[in-house]
């Protein structure tokens, strides 16, 4: 898989959009990608498959507190991150759980590329 973008401003909704940072692992049968996307709900992730490209995209509301902003530091965007899928992939398989504000997505290795042993018969 390789990394597409780190950041870029999102120009239509004038917000930033931030790449969450991701943690890969082989698994053997599949592979697992965690990415950290705080203040990103269910609703508001879009995850989508394209010609192998995965992209990964969450929507984060601003806090809206009552009264008049004296100072702002706390920068609010959206995520997004792509992902380009190998064929050792089953696309049909991808399964994603957001919890807490942490996205892990299952992809599981297409039969054919899965690791297998190998018997040896003795003659």
Known sequence: MAHKQQYRRDEAAN???FSPAVDIFDQGDEIVLVADMPGVSGDSMDIHLDRG????????TPPSPDGVIVLEEFRVGDFIRSFALTEEIDENQISAELKNGVLTLRLP???????????????
Do not use: A, H, W, Y
């Not at 992209?55 to 984060?60: E, P």
């Not at 290795?109 to 297998?116: D, V």
């Open 53 to 60: 490209e995965l992209t990964i995209r969450g929507r984060v």
């Open 15 to 17: 917000r930033p959009e």
């Open 109 to 123: 290795k297409s039969s054919e590329r899965k690791p297998r042993k190998i018997p040896v018969k003795v003659g």
